[in-house]
C-alpha cells in the first residue's frame, strides 16, 4: 500500500469513489488557521459558544499515480457540506449543505443540490422543507430520489421524494403512505427503486416505478426486519440488512420470491431458547390505536402474574420493531429469561404510522403520550399477565423523560 493523498493536520470525514474509480469524492475540515495555532501557546484557549464554527468543505481528486501523496483543493460551495453521492456516470454528483455546523440548521436547513463534476458549480437544487435524509440519482441521472420530511413540523425523515433533474420538479411519490421509508436503491438498469418501509411494528421491502405511485412488495412484512439495502448489478438480487425476534441483525440475500439467510455472526444463539415475543394492537382511552411489542416471560404459565419492564423508546420520532429487541440498554429476552414480562411502546407520537400519528403528542409532553404509557400498563394488568405492584420503567434519551415523569 501507498499513500495517496494527505491532508495535513486533519482528518477526512468521509469520502467517495466515482464509479470507474479515476476520481474520489471526500469531506473534510479546513486545517486550523495558523494564528489559531499562536494564540493556543500564549494560552488563549477560549471557545465562544456557536461561533467561529468551520464549514465542512468538499474536495474531488484525480487518483493519477504520483511520486508524492496529493494534496486536494477544497471547492468553493457555499455553506456546510454534510453528505455527497456520485452519478453512475460520475460525470455528476448530489451534494448536500446547511448553512452553518449548527445542529439546528442540520436539521431544519439542509439542502441537496446537483452538482457538475468539470465545471466544479452547482446546477441545480431540490427545495424540500424541513429534516433531510439521503438521496440517489437514478441509473440514467434523469431522476433523484430523496428521503425527507413532508413539512417542518414532520419529526422523521420518512416522506419519499422524487426530483426531475430537467424539470427541477420535486414531488412526494407515496403521498399518505402510512408508514415511514427507512432505506432506498434505484436499479441499475431502469428507473426503479427499491425501498425498505417500516410500519409499526413490521417492515417491508418493496418496489416502485418512476411514473406510478402504487408499489409491489418483494418480502412483506412478518419476514423480518429489514435495514439498509443494495441492488446487484444485475439488478435480480437484494443484499440487506435484517433481524428477527431470535437473531441480531444479519446477511440476507433476495432473488425473485425467494429469501436466504447467508450470515450466521451469532452461532451459539441456535441453541438457546427464547421467550414468545409478539405484538400487540389496542386502544387507548380517547380511542388513539395503540400498541407496541411484549416479550413474556421465558417459562410463562397462563393464569400467573409477573413483574413488568417498560422500556420506552426514545425520540419520540422512532418506534419499536418485532424484531430483536436485546442490547446493552433493552433488556428483552434477557429480562424475559429472568421472570420477567418486558414491554416495549409505540405510544403516539411514535414513527411507522404516517406523519399524522408522529406528530400526536407535539405540545403535549407528559400529556396524552404518557397516558398512553398508563394504558398500556393497565391493559397487560388487565389480561392478567402482569402483577400491578412489581412495574418498573425505563428508557434512554426520550424514554428517559419518560421515566421520570412516571
Known sequence: AQKLMSLKGRSISSYELSPNGDKVALLAMPAPDKSEKELKKLGFMAEVYELGLDNKQLHIVELTKADKPLTPDAISIDGYVSDMNYSADGKKLLVKTQPTALIDDKYMKSQWHLFDVDTQQVTLSFKTEGKLGDAELSHDGRYVAILGAEDKHDPATGRLYLADTQSGEIKEWLPDFMGHVSDFEWSNKRNTLNFVAQVSPESFIG?????SNKYKKLVKEGKFIAGSLSVSDSDKTIALRANTATHPNEVFMVRGSKTTRLSDSNPWLN???????????????????????????????????????????????SHDKNGWVTSYSDPGQMGAARGYAVFYPNYRGSTGKGVDYSKLGQNDYAGKEFDDLVDMKQYLVDMGLVDTKRVGITGGSYGGYASAWG
Open 207 to 211: 418496489q416502485i416505478k418512476v411514473g
Open 271 to 317: 441453541d438457546k431458547r427464547f421467550a414468545k415475543q409478539e405484538a400487540l394492537t389496542f386502544k387507548a382511552r380517547d380511542g388513539v390505536e395503540i400498541g407496541g411489542v411484549l416479550v413474556y416471560p421465558l417459562d410463562y404459565q397462563e393464569g400467573k402474574q409477573y413483574p413488568l419492564i417498560m422500556a420506552v423508546h426514545g425520540g419520540p420520532e
